[in-house]
């Protein structure tokens, strides 16, 4: 079964990310110096390469994979909740190249902007924190 938490829509932010910046740490960065716990990201714009993670459910580890070329970000989808204490954002991207052709993944730091739209929305409600789960091993939410 499902365990959900209930949230109202709180504040937005939206503005534009540093050209040559590292796309998940500045986001990161943003949602700290504004004290965002929970919260929803998206973003479009473009990178100049990027890192990606697949998470491999046999071996429980993040396989890390770089695509060194100019790439659109057809999407960034998020959230923000807390780990260890402090806000972390984790986010999916669809990249896409010249030919349309779409990568995507797990956002890793290691993917520099070259221009970024983003959007971050304060959720208020109850916050989650993430522990180590035992089946998948990924830090998830203790709801
Ligand atoms: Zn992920």
Redesign the pocket.
């Known amino acids: 079964m499902a365990e959900m938490k209930k949230y109202r829509a709180g504040r937005m932010i939206m503005g534009r990310l540093e050209y040559g910046a590292d796309l998940l740490e500045e986001i990161t960065e943003i949602c700290r110096k504004e004290d965002i716990r929970m919260g929803r990201v998206e973003a479009i714009g473009a990178v100049s390469g990027a890192r990606l993670?697949f998470?491999n459910q046999d071996t429980h580890e993040y396989q890390f994979f770089t695509i060194d070329q100019p790439l659109e970000i057809l999407s960034l989808a998020g959230n923000v909740s807390i780990k260890d204490g402090e806000s972390m954002v984790?986010?999916?991207v669809v990249l896409g190249d010249k030919e349309g052709k779409a990568f995507g993944g797990?956002?890793a730091a290691g993917t520099t902007v070259f221009a970024c739209e983003c959007i971050v929305e304060v959720l208020e409600g109850p916050t989650l924190e993430r522990a180590i789960d035992e089946k998948t091993r990924l830090p998830l939410w203790k709801i």
């Open positions: 993670g998470y984790h986010a999916h797990h956002l």
